[in-house]
C-alpha cells in the first residue's frame, strides 16, 4: 500500500489521514484501498489476456468475503472461488453472477451442493472419490465438475499452508492412482461432466518455478493417460510483501511463464490448449489492507522487553500466533521521533500468545498513539473470531480520497444474537 505522511506527519493513503479514520470509525479497525485491488485484479487480467490464452481469474474468497468486495470484483470482471455455503451466502447476497462461481471444499456437505446445485454455480471442484456419488446422486441434471488433484509436489511455505503433498487432507493422488480412478468414475456418473483438473500448490510462494513444473507434470500426465481436460485450474498462492524479508510475486513475469509453459507443453505433445484458471486470494486483497490500533499500555521491564499493548488482538490478528508471521508496523498518528527500541507489540487477550509482533524496532510508542500493521488484508477478517467476547472490527474502503463503512464494527448486542434467552424458553423469573 502506499503510504506517504502529510505535513503533521499523519500516515494516510491517497491523501486520506489514517488517524482521520480513526476518528471517524474507531479502532481496531482495517483500511483497504479499494483502488490497489481493483489494480492486482488488472494486473492479472492484463497477464494472461496478452497470452491470447482462453482464461478465468477468480477471486479465492477465503481471503476476504465481504458483500462489497464482491461487488467490486464482480465489476472487475473476476471470478469467484467459494468453500462453503457461509461464501457462496455472500457471493449471492451481493448480486454475484452464480455463473462465474466454482465451489471447492474436501467436506462439502449434503446442504452446500444443495444449495450450489439450486444457485447454478458453474463446477464443483471434485476432492475426494465419495464426493462423486454424493454430488451425481443430487444432480437432477448435468453438473460440470473438475478434479482436484494432487500433484505430490512440496512447496516450500509453512507446512500448515501447504497443500500440493502427498500426505494430504486434499485431492486426488496422482502417484497412488486416486486421480485416474475419480476421472473415470466422473465419466460413468449419470449426471457428471468432467470439465478437467485443478491443483494448488500451496500458499504464500514467490517462484513462479512451482506452479511451471505442476503444470508441465500435470499435462504430460493428461496426454499420457489420454484425458482431455477442457479446463486447467492451476489455484492460487501468490506471495505479498509482509516485511522487507518477502518477495512479491512477480505478476507479469510469473503469469507469462505460466501461459508460455502452457502454451508450449501443450504444442509439443500436441494436446488442445485448455482454459487456463487462476485462483489468487492473498495477492488480490493482502497488500492492499492494513489494520489500524489504539496504543493503551506500555510495559518496559528493564533490560527485558517493552510491550505495547494494543485494543486488539488475536481475535482480529490470528496469524502470528498460528503461523509465526512476521509483519511490518508504522507509527501512523505522528512522525516517529527518538532512538528505535525492542518492542513486542502484544494483543489485549488473555492468552501469552497473542502477539502481533515479537521484538521489533520500533521508535518510543505512548499511550493513545495509532500503530498500522501492514499488509493485513487477506486472512485477518476472514480469520478474526469473537475470542474473549470480543467485537469484530469495522472495515473502510478508501477509494480516490474518498473513503466508506463497508463491514460495521460488531456491537455488543451482535455478541448475542444467538443466544437463547429465558424468555424464548418460556421461562419466568
Ligand atoms: N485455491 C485454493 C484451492 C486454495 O486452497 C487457496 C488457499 C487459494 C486458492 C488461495 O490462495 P492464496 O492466493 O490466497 O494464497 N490462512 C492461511 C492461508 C490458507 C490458504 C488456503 N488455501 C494464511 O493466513 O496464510
Not at 56 to 67: E, G, P
Not at 331 to 342: D, F, H, M, S, V
Request: aromatic share 8%; charged share 25%; proline share 3%.
Amino acid at each position: 500500500m502506499n503510504l506517504t505522511r502529510n505535513e503533521r506527519g499523519e500516515l494516510t493513503i491517497r491523501g486520506v489521514s489514517l488517524p482521520s479514520l480513526a476518528d471517524a470509525y474507531g479502532t481496531p479497525l482495517f483500511v483497504y484501498d479499494e483502488d490497489e485491488i481493483r489494480s492486482q485484479c488488472r494486473r492479472f487480467h492484463d497477464s494472461l489476456s496478452t497470452s491470447g490464452l482462453d482464461y478465468t481469474v477468480s477471486y479465492a474468497s477465503k481471503a476476504f468475503s465481504s458483500v462489497q468486495l464482491f461487488r467490486l470484483m464482480n465489476e472487475e470482471a473476476m471470478g469467484l472461488d467459494v468453500v462453503s455455503e457461509g461464501e457462496l451466502y455472500t457471493a449471492l447476497a451481493s448480486g454475484f453472477p452464480a455463473d462465474r462461481i466454482h465451489f471447492h471444499g474436501n467436506n462439502k456437505t449434503e446442504a452446500e451442493i444443495r444449495y450450489a446445485l439450486d444457485a447454478g454455480i458453474e463446477y464443483f471442484v471434485i476432492d475426494s472419490i465419495g464426493e462423486i456419488e454424493r454430488i451425481d446422486a443430487l444432480a437432477d441434471r448435468d453438473v460440470e465438475v473438475l478434479v482436484r488433484i494432487n500433484p505430490g509436489v512440496e512447496a516450500h511455505t509453512h507446512e500448515f499452508i501447504q497443500t500440493g503433498q502427498e500426505d494430504s487432507k486434499f485431492g486426488l493422488s496422482i502417484e497412488k492412482g486416486l486421480a485416474l480412478d475419480g476421472i473415470s468414475r466422473i465419466q460413468a456418473a449419470e449426471h457428471l461432466v468432467f470439465k478437467g483438473v485443478h491443483f494448488h500448490i500451496g500458499s504464500q510462494i514467490y517462484d513462479p518455478n512451482g506452479m511451471i513444473t505442476t503444470i508441465d507434470k500435470v499435462l504430460r500426465w493428461l496426454h499420457e493417460n489420454n484425458i482431455q481436460a477442457d479446463v486447467l485450474n492451476a489455484g492460487g498462492g501468490f506471495s505479498i510483501r509482509y516485511t522487507d524479508e518477502d518477495i512479491s510475486y512477480p505478476i507479469e513475469d510469473g503469469v507469462t511463464r505460466i501461459t508460455e509453459t502452457v502454451k508450449n507443453v501443450c504444442a509439443e505433445l500436441d494436446y488442445p490448449v485448455p482454459h487456463l484458471s487462476l485462483e489468487p486470494g492473498r495477492s488480490i486483497v493482502g497488500e492492499a489492507g492494513l489494520t489500524l490500533y489504539r496504543v493503551g499500555t506500555v510495559k518496559d521491564i528493564p533490560d527485558v522487553n517493552t510491550y505495547v499493548s494494543i485494543d486488539g488482538g488475536m481475535s482480529d490478528h490470528i496469524r502470528t500466533a498460528l503461523y509465526d508471521a512476521k509483519y511490518t508496523l508504522q507509527l501512523a498518528n505522528r512522525e516517529p521521533e527518538g532512538k528505535e527500541i525492542t518492542t513486542t507489540v502484544a494483543g489485549k487477550l488473555c492468552e501469552s500468545g497473542d502477539l502481533i509482533a515479537k521484538g521489533i524496532e520500533l521508535p518510543p510508542v505512548e499511550p493513545g498513539d495509532l500503530l498500522a500493521v501492514l499488509s493485513t488484508g487477506a486472512y485477518h477478517y476472514s480469520m478474526a473470531s469473537n475470542y474473549n467476547q470480543m467485537l469484530k472490527p469495522a472495515i473502510v474502503f478508501v477509494s480516490g480520497n474518498d473513503h466508506r463503512l463497508v463491514i460495521r464494527r460488531q456491537s455488543l448486542e451482535d455478541l448475542l444474537v444467538n443466544e437463547v434467552t429465558d424468555d424464548q424458553l418460556g421461562k419466568t423469573k
